[in-house]
Nanobody
Framework: VQLQACGGGLVQAGGSLRVSCASS????????MAWFRQAPGKEREFVAA??????????YYADSVKGRFTISRDNAKNTVYLQMNSLKPEDTAVYYC?????????????????WGQGTLVTVSS
């Protein structure tokens, strides 16, 4: 599975941005897909995850983004999205997409076997 993230950029605080991640695999619908982020000088942290069709297609969010970010997937296009609204300067980070055949431990980066290259999101105050 190869993942390619794109859509990052510079946005003002309070604005919106959508990042995307395309997968090359033919079994995209069977994977848990997630977004993580890493701010300068900080550890990588979980943002959101969406379950595979087999696991019911549910979603799960970090408390810091709940109500502002929405993760979604289009299995026909092998793509997962992260819609980010009401952005804050503290959301500035490199955003990574990741894929796992498991739903358990979905907020742990150790659960994920495949990673995209990351896309930078910068929120100015």
């Amino acid at each position: 599975v190869q993942l390619q993230a794109c859509g990052g950029g510079l946005v003002q605080a309070g604005g919106s941005l959508r990042v995307s991640c395309a997968s090359s695999g033919r079994t995209f619908s069977t994977y848990t897909m997630a977004w993580f982020r890493q701010a300068p000088g900080k550890e990588r942290e979980f943002v959101a995850a969406t379950a595979s069709s087999w696991s019911g297609g549910g979603t799960y969010y970090a408390d810091s983004v709940k109500g502002r970010f929405t993760i979604s997937r289009d299995n026909a296009k092998n793509t997962v999205y992260l819609q980010m609204n009401s952005l804050k300067p503290e959301d500035t980070a490199v955003y990574y997409c990741a894929a796992s055949p498991r739903w358990g431990y979905r907020s742990s980066d150790r659960n994920y076997d495949y990673w995209g290259q990351g896309t930078l999101v910068t929120v100015s105050s």
